[in-house]
């Protein structure tokens, strides 16, 4: 166990103690493989790196599994009810890459609309979950009671927009709270975060809504680039149009920074970047 992370004493202590399982958020594995001394350790050892708490991007999974020589898998949870669901070693790339696996025993979920209806399968909603990890919030019955769909056993709604394929495995398109409208459509931003994250010049991207008069908001992308290069707003543009995302959901302002806020447990604060981008066009509306 480390203290705080540091991603070259993490390689340190894999090839100095043989590790085999590694656990990690993805914050920190995508550090760890754009390192520059990533070449001088010994990482033969890894045979799984699990990671959690984030979406990991999936052209991140493949440069994991590329240069540490391991697979990796995901545990899907939350601080409300533990963990829900995980992929295996065993599973195929495009299951370990790109969902967070089957149910685990003894839990249950479903994806429903709006309404509380459970919605067929492939199509997006809100995963609800039943897990033996419940017990709602200290000595704040109304909020429990709330989360859980009004009932002390009930469905805790998990806010994330999911979907399920034939085989059972569940995927998180996205938060709810994180989507923002643009015009009479809705965008959910982890899907454009997962096709821009592979492009070759992208280290790490978050992409927030931002306040715009005509269309009540429109798509932000701030974005980490790997050292050493530099990505204009036309070539992200022309990325995301090759790769077949929909006009609707391209963002239309692109801002390269060094470093994302972080929360402890290694997720992106969203509202920090949206505080940004609100303030930077207040001072451009002032200026112009």
Known sequence: MQPSFDAEQAMQLIEK??????????AQLEIMVNHPNLGKYDLSSLKVVCYSGAVLSPDTARRIEGKLGCRTITVYGGV???FLSATCPDDTQEVRWNSVGKICPHHEAKI?????REVPRGQDGELIVKTPNTGGFHKDGEATLAA??????????????ARVDKEGNYYIVGRI???????????AP???????????????????????????????????LK??????FEEMIAFLKEKKVASYKLP????????????????VLKRELIADITKKLKAESRTS
């Open 148 to 161: 859980w769909s009004g009932e002390p056993d009930g469905w805790f709604r998990t806010g994330d927009l």
């Open 227 to 232: 050292a050493g290069e530099s990505l204009t």
């Open 190 to 224: 982890a899907e454009v975060e997962k096709v821009l994250s592979a492009h070759p010049k992208v280290a790490s991207v978050a992409i927030v809504g931002m306040p715009d008069q005509v269309l009540g908001e429109k798509g932000c992308a701030y974005v980490i």
């Open 177 to 187: 709270k994180d989507v923002y409208k643009r015009g009479g459509w809705t965008v």
């Open 112 to 116: 429903v609309d709006t309404e509380g």
């Open 80 to 82: 409300e009810f533990a």
């Open 17 to 26: 103690e043989h590790v085999t399982f590694a656990v990690a958020v993805p």
């Open 252 to 267: 239309e302002r692109l801002e390269i920074v060094s470093e994302f806020p972080m929360s402890s447990g290694g997720k």
